[in-house]
């Protein structure tokens, strides 16, 4: 029996992953991670996979609260287009990680379904 193995993300999305983290040395968002944001966004809605493996690959990086929080905004943009497909996940990764849930704690709850947000729960 073949073991399966995860398959690596690909450059693209690495790439994306350490613009995302990146920081200028005046402290304030630098123009890379702003990019990477409105890419972030982009990718929940119209490659939600991609989101969510760019997403995974943030997670493993444990990044600040501050960093965090603002992937909320393209979260909310994947259970919106995506419930289907995500919510279960989403919900499921929030219950075990507790970075996952801060991401979670700041989703407009008001431009999801509400079933989806009865889902995601409250801690």
Known sequence: MSRKTKPKPDRFLRQLAEAYLSEDTAERLSQARLNASMQLEDLAM???EAFWECLLLLLERRPGLDTLVSLAT???WLLRLHPDQFDERVAGL??????MWDIVSAV?????????SAKLGSK
Do not use: G, K
């Open 94 to 99: 929030a219950r075990r990680d507790s970075q």
């Open 74 to 76: 393209p979260l909310t």
């Open 108 to 116: 407009d709850r008001d431009r999801i379904a509400p079933d989806v």
């Open 46 to 48: 119209h490659q939600p």
